[in-house]
């Protein structure tokens, strides 16, 4: 996590989200992982929109913002954004919507069973990855280029914390 963003746990977040009432908690998963399980008073923001939202002016900069996502990935990448914006009071909550959920803070949502984007991202890879070698020793090696522009991606994606893959995934209609 980067050295500027405050990191808080879940309960610190709920403590000021109910000590606050101007207080944001923004979860920046994507729309069927918001519905599927979330933290009561989350309001969602897709990462993907983060930069749009941000320069619409929709999030109060003198707002006390608390960042989730599932894990805390994400959160991180949004609240390097709100910072950049000028945003001066965020905070990344450590474990994101699962740690909430596991220090039995209230949660609601429809309950129906997402794949995160990470997993999605993962499935993605693993299957391309594999299609090219099947296809490479079985018709030509010309497919072991695939599983090279996959592993040149996951190596990029870990760089630079960039993942382009998970960017289109998560504009796929199952994720909307």
């Excluded at 101007?22 to 920046?28: G, M, N, R, T």
């Amino acid at each position: 996590m980067s050295n500027e963003i405050p990191a808080i746990t879940p309960r610190k977040a709920s403590e000021i989200a109910e000590d606050n009432t101007s207080a944001i908690l923004l979860d920046v998963r994507t729309p069927s992982e918001f519905s599927a399980r979330r933290a009561v008073g989350a309001r969602n923001v897709p990462l993907d929109t983060i930069p749009t939202t941000i320069a619409g002016g929709k999030l109060p900069k003198d707002a006390t913002i608390c960042v989730l996502c599932e894990k805390g990935g994400r959160a991180v990448i949004a609240a390097e954004h709100l910072l950049k914006a000028g945003h001066r009071n965020v905070h990344v909550v450590t474990g994101g919507t699962e740690a909430w959920a596991i220090e039995g803070l209230p949660v609601e949502g429809s309950g129906r069973n997402v794949i995160s984007i990470e997993r999605q991202v993962r499935i993605g890879a693993g299957s391309l990855v594999l299609a090219g070698v099947i296809l490479g020793f079985a018709f030509h090696p010309g497919f072991f280029a695939l599983p090279a522009f996959v592993g040149a991606g996951l190596v990029f994606a870990g760089i630079t914390d960039w993942c382009g893959m998970g960017l289109l995934l998560a504009k796929a209609p199952w994720n909307r």
